[in-house]
């Protein structure tokens, strides 16, 4: 049985060694590929360019490196120039060509165009991960409404449904897609309705602050409190956002009071003698004024001259009987 083994594993070894010698033989060029365009926005029907830069990373030439397909929006006559007829890249060696184009209506509708596409060599690619690129074309100065819901659930991937209770009271901010620029806010209804007017086409970043007692499950696994949206000028008004939160508990202050509470500065300056009822202080009516004479003593003082004045003239009398007797 082991010589069969070492046999089969010989024979195993016989077929693939050629083919791994064939294939290091033979390696492929590794195209990687990446664009920008000329502009940061544009108007409707204005006129754009996309430098693409190309590169091969590998130790193989390509041998003519062209545009293979890919995908536009909101665009017109689209020209890829070399990448359309092709052209050789030797190893480590880099190129920029341009494409032009026009954006279109569409793209002034939805705020966007784009452009995508994928290179490759006639001797083929190494890797398909980076021989694809896009690019979005900026488009401004159209407006639209955006609204959305804010509904109660227990993940972010729950369902909204008209019967599917709101959350109200929930503050949404709507800022520019790099949240450097604030368009508008806005505060949910009782149906956790929202909704903006004016905001311009295009990527808008929705910040959402709810009241205590929720939890707002955005983004793309409910760990935010954020999300984009997408703003097109077009004729529908339905709510186009939607939006989970979660109701959870409510942290209670403490109950115990501290040194600097109201209630303990009350309690610790309130001696014994001077706490009173309410109903004996409404009772008694309206005290006297405090003044900066002390009265229970002149009151006092009062008093003891009249006891004395009594006692003299009692001695007095007794003396006069005394006499006449």
């Not at 339905?238 to 500065?265: D, G, H, M, N, Q």
């Amino acid at each position: 049985m082991r010589k069969l083994a070492a046999a089969a594993l010989v024979g195993v070894l016989v077929a693939v060694l050629p083919a791994t010698a064939a294939l290091a033989a033979d390696p492929k060029p590794d195209i990687a590929v990446t664009s920008a365009a000329d502009k940061a926005n544009y108007a409707e029907g204005e006129t754009f360019t996309i430098t693409v830069t190309v590169k091969n990373k590998s130790s193989v030439d390509a041998k003519h490196v062209h545009y293979t397909g890919g995908d536009s929006e909101g665009v017109d006559g689209v020209a890829y120039g070399e990448l359309s007829t092709g052209f050789d890249l030797a190893a480590g060696a880099t190129k920029t060509v341009q494409i032009t184009g026009k954006t279109n209506h569409v793209a002034s509708q939805s705020g966007y165009g784009f452009v995508a596409f994928a290179l490759a060599a006639d001797n083929g690619e190494a890797n398909d991960a980076d021989n694809i690129t896009s690019v979005r074309l900026l488009v401004a100065g159209v407006f639209d409404d955006l609204g959305g819901y804010v509904f109660q659930g227990e993940s972010y991937d729950a369902e909204w449904t008209p019967r599917t209770p709101g959350v109200p009271g929930v503050k949404v901010v709507a800022t520019s897609a790099d949240g450097k620029t604030k368009y508008a806010e806005a505060i949910t209804d009782a149906k956790g309705l929202f909704r903006f007017a004016h905001l311009p086409a295009g990527d808008v970043l929705l910040t959402f602050t709810a009241p205590a007692g929720w939890k707002i499950l955005a983004g793309e696994n409910g760990e935010d409190d954020h999300t984009l949206a997408q703003v097109s000028a077009d004729d529908s008004d339905e709510p186009r956002v939607f939006v989970t939160a979660k109701k959870v508990a409510v942290s209670s202050p403490s109950a115990t009071p501290t040194a600097s509470s109201p209630s303990a500065s009350a309690s610790a300056s309130a001696s014994p003698s001077a706490s009173a009822s309410p109903s004996a202080s409404s009772s008694a009516g309206p005290g006297l004024p405090v003044t900066g004479d002390n009265t229970m003593l002149f009151v006092g003082t009062a008093a003891v001259a009249v006891a004395v004045g009594m006692v003299l003239v009692l001695v007095a009398r007794r003396r006069r009987v005394r006499l006449q007797a």
